[in-house]
């Protein structure tokens, strides 16, 4: 790989955030700063999902075969389904998280009234992805898929869609893309249904959109067609993460309905979303996409506190106490080692914050704070900092945005 072009498995080992073992190819062994960030990603994910209301569950993680079948997927993609055998069961990991959704919608009786039904999920999926396609975040054997499923009425299919692009684009801006770029992937070449639901589906989604895409011909998934946004990153990389599909199939085929205002038996439409995709996969395109350097909320650590030497320890702790206090993930640094020496080695582990901590600090009681990407050193009063840093893992911006 060119040195200039970030690698997120080098960088990952610089900031200590995951490893690979040969005792499970392709799966991710997370260390503690690495599962930070992936807790936070779906910390955020969940405000989302509050603010567009709708309801987190979980499901099974193994289902039975015979699921599989009905709903099509044996058929498309049993050579990337890991199978288990219990007694004279057969089982299948899953590789989506629809069936258990649809499953959970017809556990009842639903009426008119219950729809939209806003399923969400971040659920465990698995691929037996061949060995020589593995490579480190971005092609793995497990993942966690930000999986939903809105479940609703034909008439309420375009206003869905709508707030689904509206959700989708809210979440990306947030990561500050170089941009976002939109397909239609139409039906394809091996598919279920009749061609008068594949024109009445591709139609929504076209209405939906509106402009500003390009088609995808015989790319959309066998049970219906399918929004994907592509991001750009820093580099000007293109990263196909989030997708928005339709489907008018799977309902009948599981043979979920809803109760009409006629009192009738209707299948519902679902529409499959996901937002990140594989959060792991997104995670390794966000380590190339700022190089490391997350955002301070993303950040594992987000200060290092560092004493000037050792007749300063126990004022550094106290500054590390008062911050932690404030729910900010920081860290003390009290080795006996040259000041230009710690400062540099938490520079080169992207550290967002690092407090000097001296006899200056000590009689002002201001603390000297050194920025990343910056060589100046600014002294503030603790409770500014404090402030600043707060506002800016609050508001999860991008940027620094200092209001000491």
Known sequence: MDKKIPDHRKIGKQMNLFCFDDTSPGNIF???????????????????LK???????????????SLWKNTGHLQNYEKNMFKTNSESNKYCLKPMNCPGHIKIFGQKIRSYKDLPLRIAEFGSCYRNELSGSLHGLMRVREFTQDDAHIF?????????????????QEIYKTFEFKKVSIKLATRP???????????????ILERALEKNFDFLPENGAFYGPKIEFTLHDKLGREWQCGTIQLDFLLP?????????????????????????GSIERFIGILIEHCDGHFPTWLSPIQVVVINVSKKYIEFSKK????????????EQDLRNEKINFKIRQHSFSRVPYIILCGREEERTGNISIREQFSQKIVKVPIEDFIRS????????????????
């Open 51 to 65: 603010k567009y209301e709708y309801q987190e569950v979980k499901t099974p993680t193994i289902l039975n075969e």
């Open 189 to 203: 070449k091996q598919r279920i249904g009749d061609e008068r639901q594949w024109d009445r589906a591709e139609s």
């Open 152 to 168: 609703c009425t034909e008439e309420q299919v375009f206003r869905e869609i709508r707030k689904c692009i509206e959700m989708v």
């Open 389 to 404: 840093i707060s506002s800016e893992i609050k508001n999860y911006f991008f940027k620094r945005r200092n209001e000491y």
């Open 30 to 48: 997370w260390n503690q700063n690495g599962l930070i960030i992936f807790q936070e990603l779906k910390k955020y994910v969940r405000s989302k």
């Open 319 to 330: 500054i590390v106490r008062k911050i932690r206090k404030s729910g900010i993930r920081v």
């Open 252 to 276: 009948i085929k599981l043979g979920i309905s809803y109760i009409n205002e006629k009192n009738e038996r209707i299948h519902p439409m679902i529409i499959h979303r996901a937002v990140l």
